[in-house]
């Protein structure tokens, strides 16, 4: 799966708790992400790997988390003038399981520079099966 975000002139803010809706799809074998939720459910069990990267908006900071059922599996902060953040892990997952990028941190959450002819797809989700089981 290969996910990104593409909001042309327009920053995207990412409050706590909130899961960002990537809306563009690069690759989805297996079906496996819902571009209305945001979210990747597991179609097979196995060992996968995700990478999150982003760019903050302009003079603001971003806090985005990586998470499976709920659970957050890696953290990532990036601060102003313009941040990068990236988190990537490796996990074992079951079928069914829901993988998802939310914002944390009420004062931070996820301000994402906003997409243009020259700043396009910087705001992306990768995973892959690394192994099934």
């Not at 809306?23 to 989805?28: F, G, K, L, Q, T």
């Not at 941190?105 to 906003?114: A, E, F, H, I, M």
Request: hydrophobic share 35%.
């Amino acid at each position: 799966m290969s996910v990104y975000l593409e909001r042309i002139g327009q920053e995207t803010r990412v409050p706590t708790g909130s899961v960002l809706e990537f809306n563009r799809i690069r690759v989805n074998l297996g079906d496996g992400y819902d571009i209305q939720t945001g979210s990747f459910t597991t179609p097979v069990h196995g060992i996968y790997f995700f990478t999150l990267s982003f760019m903050t908006a302009k003079e603001k900071n971003s806090n985005l988390a990586l998470y499976v059922n709920d659970e957050r599996l890696c953290v990532t902060l990036a601060y102003i003038p313009w941040g990068v953040g990236t988190c990537s892990a490796m996990t074992e997952l079951k079928v069914g399981d829901v993988v998802n990028v939310k914002g944390i941190q009420t004062n931070l959450g996820g301000n994402l520079y906003p997409s243009n002819s020259v700043y396009k797809n910087h705001h992306s989700l990768v995973g892959f099966l690394y192994k099934s089981l």
